[in-house]
């Protein structure tokens, strides 16, 4: 069965430009998770998805959204964006909530270069 | 604060001998933890996970072991091959039978395996 898919894998956004990125998680997955990958910090999690509502969020400032529709897919969105959001952004999907000790599956992710 | 460290960021190991990838956490409530594999622009591939409740699991060449008292984890890969360089990240989540969605990443460790 078809994996995560990301899409664009890959794009280049001046400062200030807004970007959203799209996320259709593994067939039947109905939680979606999205991660900052950078060489500094490592991989970071930034928000999470379950039946279109936001479960769980890290540390990222208000600039960071995402959101999820009624099919599953997701889309996350970074606005007024800084040199520093140069990073890989990974999506991830899962059955979703109460399965116990459930995997989640990341797609290849969506490299962002900020100029 | 780190709440998952990986101290070594790379290791270097001769193809046919035992890579031992390290990993130590800080929160005592992580009961679910994972190891993920990364090639260069794909994304993370899980590997083996273990819960709070066992202290070993197995998967072929690859075995996870859980010190909670230590609160430390182990990934012995035996015998290493040359299509097991990569960087390998140690996960932990609390909630074994709920969200995966968010997983607190260590940094990862590169692994050569030199044949």
């Known amino acids: 069965k078809a994996g995560v898919t990301q899409t664009p894998r890959y794009l280049i956004k001046t400062r200030g430009q807004q970007v959203t990125l799209s996320c259709s998680p593994i067939?039947?997955?109905?939680?979606v998770s999205w991660y900052q990958q950078t060489p500094g910090q490592g991989l970071q999690f930034l928000f999470e998805?379950?039946?279109?509502?936001?479960?769980n969020k890290g540390n990222f400032p208000g600039r960071f959204s995402g959101r999820q529709f009624s099919n599953s897919r997701s889309e996350m969105n970074v606005s007024t964006l800084e040199l520093g959001d140069s990073a890989l952004y990974l999506c991830?999907?899962?059955?979703?909530?109460?399965?116990?000790?459930?995997?989640?599956?990341f797609g290849e992710g969506s490299w962002l270069t900020v100029v | 604060d780190q709440q998952v460290k990986q101290n070594s960021p790379s290791l270097s190991v001769q193809e046919g001998r035992i890579s031992i990838l390290n990993c130590d956490y800080t929160?005592?409530?992580?009961?679910?933890f994972l190891w993920y594999k990364k090639y260069p622009a794909e994304g993370p591939t899980f590997l083996i996970s273990i819960s709070s409740i066992k202290d070993k699991n197995e998967d072929g060449r690859f075995t996870v072991f859980l010190n909670k008292s230590a609160k430390h984890l182990s990934l012995h890969i035996v015998p290493s091959q040359p299509g097991d360089s990569a960087v390998y990240f140690c996960?932990?989540?609390?909630?074994?039978?709920?969200?995966?969605?968010?997983?607190?990443f260590g940094k990862g460790t590169k692994l050569s395996v030199k044949p």
């Open positions: 067939s039947g997955h109905r939680s």
């Open positions: 991830a999907s899962s059955l979703g909530w109460g399965s116990s000790g459930n995997t989640i599956y």
């Open positions: 996960a932990a989540s609390v909630g074994y039978g709920g969200s995966q969605g968010n997983l607190i």
């Open positions: 929160n005592s409530m992580f009961d679910y």
């Open positions: 998805y379950f039946s279109e509502t936001q479960r």
